[in-house]
């Protein structure tokens, strides 16, 4: 049974599983340049769960905390790479799922030397 983020509404409540985030999140991080691969490996040795497609997503409160675990590529600057994917995850699923995102946490696995 899948999980789901749930956000109370006036006529009742909006529910959205937590793989339909996780598929939006992997998504836009193949827009950003620098992002090798995900690493849904080394979530599973990091958190003991699995994880969708290297992200796994929390609900907390009213909002939404996401860890990203992926491998950046050889030659981009890992600080720069973080931020910028912290805030176009923070972008683009909060404009698609209406929910605030509290926490974009991204966990740089190791580097990828392809292309």
Avoid: C, W
């Avoid at 985030?21 to 620098?34: F, L, M, N, R």
Wanted: aromatic share 6%; net charge negative; proline share 2%.
């Amino acid at each position: 049974m899948a999980e789901y983020v749930t956000h109370a509404e006036e006529n009742g409540s909006i529910n959205i599983a937590e793989d339909v985030v996780a598929a939006i999140v992997a998504d836009a991080v193949k827009e950003i340049e620098g992002v090798g691969a995900m690493s849904q490996n080394v979530t599973e040795q990091l958190t003991g769960k699995k994880a969708a497609r290297g992200v796994r997503v929390e609900q907390v409160d009213d909002a939404i905390v996401i860890d990203l675990y992926l491998m950046a590529r050889y030659g981009y600057e890992i600080p720069a790479l973080a931020q910028q994917v912290q805030s176009k995850i923070s972008d683009v699923v909060g404009g698609m799922t209406g929910f605030p995102v509290k926490e974009v946490n991204v966990h740089v696995g190791g580097i990828s030397f392809n292309e």
